[in-house]
Each structure stands twice: as structure tokens, then as C-alpha cells.
């Protein structure tokens, strides 16, 4: 008889920043991917860099939006993603400020990454609990406070969620009602040294992702995959990269 999982499995990784990206930390992501099987892969926002649309000081290390595009194209091919969730970053280029109305929808990232194509699902940029993307009881969102209580700050707003932005690595429980809830920051998966800032190790920056056994009553456990070496493990295997 067929072993049935009674749960699905939702692999979440924030923050690629593609062309940015840390190349160790996309293929032991890749790997976990191929090994674990899971039902939903979602990136949890800043899968771009937009480094050439700002209102700050020009980035040295530009790339054109072209390349970039080019390159998300190659990775997406690997990843396998279903849901694509939209942040500040892939935001910039539907700002008023940053980009002309009349090509706002020439450039718009789900175009250009053929998500359409892929069948994968987009999924807008809002602070609005009932518009962000669930699995039961649990919300995945990109996040927007940087503050060093963000993830309280998550908490409170959404209960028990999942969420990047920051590029560090935090978890809290709080009670709320009857229950406790929890937040979970799971770090980032881009170069952790920035040309744009100039301290040469941004303060808490770590590289890792979140594999999340989702169960049908709408509870799911969570395992924080760090990447800050060169061995991890997850669900028991061992990976090198």
C-alpha cells in the first residue's frame, strides 16, 4: 500500500535579489527542492534586485533591467516556483515616480517572467491581512518593518506568518487569544555584503529559507534551514554546498 503524507509540504525563501544572488544558497535551496518534493514553492518577495529603477544613489555593480530578467528567467526555470509574491524591490517599477505610466505594464515582472506561462500564481504587494497569501493557518508575506522588532511587529499584524525583508533570521510566539501565534524571519538568499552599504557585513544578515510541513486541520511545524556554512541539515539529510 502507497505511503500517503498526511500533511503538504510549502518551501518558502525570500529576498534572491537577482543578479544578486548567493550562489551556494540558490543551489543547496535547488537541492532541497529536488529532494523534499514540496507541494508549494513560494518566494516570498525581492526575487529581483531593480537595482537600475531607484530613487537612491546609482548602484556601481548595475545591471540593466533586460539582464535581470534574464537572469530570474534562468532561475525560475530551476526553482519550480507557484507562487510569486511581489515586494518593494519588484514594486519600484509601478511607481509614479520611478516609472512613466504609458510603460508601466511593458515592464511589469510577471510579464517578463512568463508567470502566466509557468502557472504560477501572482500575488500583489499589500500590508492588508486579507489580501496576502495563506496555506490554513499560516500567512506568507514579504514584510515591510526593518525595525529590529519586526518580527513582533509581523505578529501582531498577521499571527502566525512567515516573512523576509529584513534579511535576518528571527522567530517569536505571542499569545493571542486562546492560542499562541508565531512569526517567523527566515532570511535572505542575496550576497550578504551590499555595494550600497558601506559597512562590509550588514548587521544581522543571514542566508537561509523555511521548509513547512502543512497539516489538514490548518496546523503546520516549521524548520528554519540556515545557510551560513558550508553543511546543513534538513528533515534528517545532510547537505554540502
Known amino acids: 500500500m502507497a505511503n500517503v503524507r498526511s500533511y503538504k509540504k510549502l518551501l518558502v525563501f525570500s529576498d534572491v535579489h537577482v543578479p544578486k544572488q548567493n550562489d551556494r544558497v540558490v543551489e543547496l535551496l535547488k537541492a532541497v527542492r529536488r529532494h523534499e518534493k514540496p ?3 513560494v518566494s516570498a518577495g525581492d526575487f529581483l534586485d531593480v537595482s537600475n529603477v531607484t530613487s537612491f544613489p546609482s548602484d556601481p555593480d548595475l545591471f540593466t533591467q533586460a539582464n535581470e530578467f534574464e537572469m530570474a528567467n534562468d532561475l525560475l526555470d530551476d526553482l519550480k516556483i507557484t507562487h510569486f509574491i511581489q ?8 511607481r509614479p515616480s520611478l516609472v512613466p505610466f504609458a510603460i508601466r505594464n511593458l515592464i511589469h515582472p510577471a510579464k517578463w517572467l512568463h508567470l502566466k506561462e509557468r502557472k504560477v500564481k501572482w500575488v500583489p504587494y499589500s500590508t ?3 489580501k496576502v497569501l495563506k496555506f490554513g493557518n499560516l500567512t506568507v508575506v514579504h514584510g515591510h518593518s526593518a525595525a529590529q522588532n519586526a518580527v513582533k511587529r509581523a505578529a501582531e499584524r498577521y499571527g502566525n506568518v512567515i516573512f523576509g525583508h529584513t534579511h535576518r533570521v528571527a522567530m517569536i510566539t505571542l499569545p493571542h ?3 499562541e501565534v508565531a512569526a517567523y524571519n527566515i532570511g535572505c538568499c542575496c550576497n550578504l555584503r551590499a555595494s550600497y552599504i558601506e559597512k562590509s557585513d550588514p548587521v544581522g544578515w543571514r542566508s537561509g529559507f523555511m521548509l513547512v510541513h502543512l497539516y489538514r486541520s490548518g496546523r503546520f511545524s516549521a524548520h528554519q534551514v540556515l545557510a551560513d556554512g558550508r553543511i546543513t541539515h534538513v528533515n534528517g539529510k545532510e547537505y554540502r554546498f
Do not use: G, Q, T
Request: net charge negative; proline share 6%; hydrophobic share 25%.
Open 128 to 130: 492588508h491581512p486579507k
Open 87 to 94: 515586494a518593494n524591490h519588484e514594486e519600484r517599477l509601478e
Open 39 to 41: 507541494d508549494y514553492v
Open 177 to 179: 487569544l486562546s492560542h
